[in-house]
């Protein structure tokens, strides 16, 4: 995808990601500072991603056993999702083969952690596979996470893109405030053939997502389908809002 002239920015030019967009409008801004973009939410998306994926392993913990996890992080950044996820697996992992900590002994107190542990995770489950898109940041995704990345933009995906990237699977999904209404429908109902799980996470409570669009909200406390205007079952962790939402196309 043509990227056109870009102009070597480095970082964020500002703190404030709102005036960053008002100035520059939306694809402006990601062509200039693509190779350099830093997520300022990164806390918050860490957080919010720790608590998502442990109420998902408790729930979904024997599906998970039989399939081969598999994550798309669309919109994907500098890979502050896929971070998140690779932290997690990693320090399940370990818990996972550890021995049990021997009570008797008195070790060093350590710093109290708003983010939860993982759970253990069992050694013989095979690497996950990690897929990203993003049509301006795809250099910075490779960078941090040494990681391939797609440059698909949200209109490719919804024309059909992701079959080349995607095996069925549980998928958690990321998505944004850049998608435009007029293809939110077509990418909602074309990631919901393909992944079963859409989790949204961003500093404000868009895209409205709406019945029909493939799309259920879910209550990731208490794990049930709730109403699509219910806010109970989201995390909200250092601003970031974290919403998931299940695919009605797939079992």
């Known amino acids: 995808m043509s990227r056109g002239n870009r102009e070597a920015v480095s970082g964020n030019i500002k703190l404030s990601m709102r005036d960053n967009y008002a100035e520059h409008g939306v694809d402006q801004y990601y062509q200039k500072v693509g190779a350099t973009y830093r997520n300022p939410h990164f806390p918050g998306v860490r957080a919010c991603m720790f608590l998502w994926l442990n109420n998902w392993w408790q729930a979904e913990h024997e599906r ?40 008797s002994v008195t070790s060093a107190p350590r710093k109290k952690s708003t983010v939860p542990d993982p759970p253990r995770l069992e050694a013989y489950l ?5 897929l990203a898109a993003d ?8 960078a ?8 698909f933009s949200f209109q490719e995906i919804a024309d059909g893109s992701l079959a080349a990237l995607l095996n069925a699977g549980t998928e958690p999904s990321q998505d944004n ?17 393909r992944s079963r799980w859409l989790v949204v996470l961003a500093p404000h409570k868009k895209p409205e ?23 109970d079952g989201e995390f909200l962790q ?5 919403r998931v939402y299940r695919s009605v196309n797939l079992p």
């Open 135 to 142: 049509p301006f940041t795809a250099e910075a995704f490779k």
């Open 238 to 242: 250092d601003r970031v809002h974290c």
């Open 126 to 130: 095979p690497t996950p596979q990690i």
């Open 209 to 231: 997502i709406k019945m029909g669009w493939g799309w259920v909200k879910w209550d990731a406390k208490v794990w049930t389908e709730c109403p699509m205007a219910q806010s």
């Open 177 to 193: 405030q850049q998608a435009e209404q007029k293809v939110l429908f077509a990418l909602l109902w074309e990631l919901s053939l």
């Open 144 to 151: 941090r996470t040494s990681l391939n990345c797609s440059t």
């Open 64 to 103: 998970l056993l039989l399939d081969r996890i598999s994550i798309f992080d669309m919109a994907c950044g500098h890979g502050e999702v896929t971070i998140a996820f690779m932290e997690w697996w990693k320090l399940g992992k370990v818990a996972g083969t550890s021995q049990p900590r021997d009570n």
